[in-house]
């Protein structure tokens, strides 16, 4: 068996002491480092798990911006179209009023030419008729004298 004696209960004394020693000295001291580094680790996967949020975040809000972008510039060439085809309509309406205007015009200048035409002929066929008439009366018919005929004879070609 197990005979206790004083050698026996100097070692276990030795050995509480060098327990107490090694619980009081060297675990804190140990123990610091270890503490800190847990902590240090703990402050890094909060800082990870925080960035990791951020980037979502960030993700998400870019995301939200690009589609709001994509949005505009859709309105943006919307209305650009739009205003593209006012436009158009626009010169086409121009087109046609200022081709309008030119066909009354032409016809205003033909109806002009004929008339020049018709007031000229009407002035050679007074001037044939008139001829051909004192010809006729064999003596010369005096135009100052007879215009109310001539004017009547004019309107009647």
Do not use: C
Request: charge should be negative.
């Amino acid at each position: 068996m197990l005979a206790i004696n004083a050698t026996f209960i100097g070692q276990f004394i030795v050995l509480l002491v060098l327990l107490w020693f090694i619980y009081k000295v060297v675990v804190p001291m140990l123990a610091g480092p270890i503490e800190d580094r847990q902590r240090k680790i703990a402050e890094g996967l909060a800082a990870a798990e925080r960035g990791e949020r951020s980037l979502t975040e960030a993700r998400g809000n870019a995301d939200q911006i690009i589609r709001e972008a994509r949005e505009r510039a859709t309105q943006i060439v919307d209305q650009a179209q739009h205003r593209a085809n006012e436009i158009v309509e626009e010169a086409k309406g121009q087109a046609n009023t200022e081709g309008a205007r030119l066909v009354a015009q032409a016809h205003e200048q033909i109806e002009l030419d004929t008339n020049r035409a018709r007031e000229s002929l009407r002035r050679e066929v007074a001037g044939i008729a008139v001829g051909a008439a004192s010809k006729l009366l064999g003596k010369e018919i005096d135009a100052g004298k007879h215009a109310e005929l001539l004017s009547q004879l004019a309107t009647q070609i």
